[in-house]
């Protein structure tokens, strides 16, 4: 996806996560079935093979051991959560990373916190 794409998502007040590589990981969303949701299995971001998401075990964006990962407990650039067009934090691991972080293992339950169901 391309910067101006991302900008314009930014802009219309979305919600997505964004690599630290400028990489879009995905609509923050519960949605099964939207096509750029997490939530979607069979979709590019929710998939648990795809390249580009966050559930892919083997992935940059998913590894343990990836500085892109969320899951990786030590790293300093995990993904960027963007709330309703607003940078809010980071969903990691690493609980020393600073503040309004998300643990990727809480991901859902923070989304629905959030009402983030379309």
Do not use: C
């Amino acid at each position: 996806m391309e910067f101006q794409q991302i900008l314009a998502k930014a802009q219309n007040h979305e919600s997505f996560l964004l690599a630290n590589d400028g990489q879009y990981l995905g609509k923050l969303s519960l949605n099964n079935f939207d096509a750029e949701s997490i939530s979607n299995p069979y979709g590019y971001y929710g998939n648990q093979y795809s390249a580009t998401s966050i559930f892919n075990k083997y992935g940059t964006y998913g590894s343990q051991y990836s500085s892109l990962s969320p899951f990786n407990p030590y790293t300093s650039t995990p993904p960027a959560i963007y709330l309703n067009g607003q940078h809010i934090g980071y969903l990691t691991k690493n609980r020393y990373l600073g503040f309004n972080n998300v643990d990727p293992d809480q991901l859902h339950d923070w989304l629905r916190a959030n009402n983030l169901n379309y």
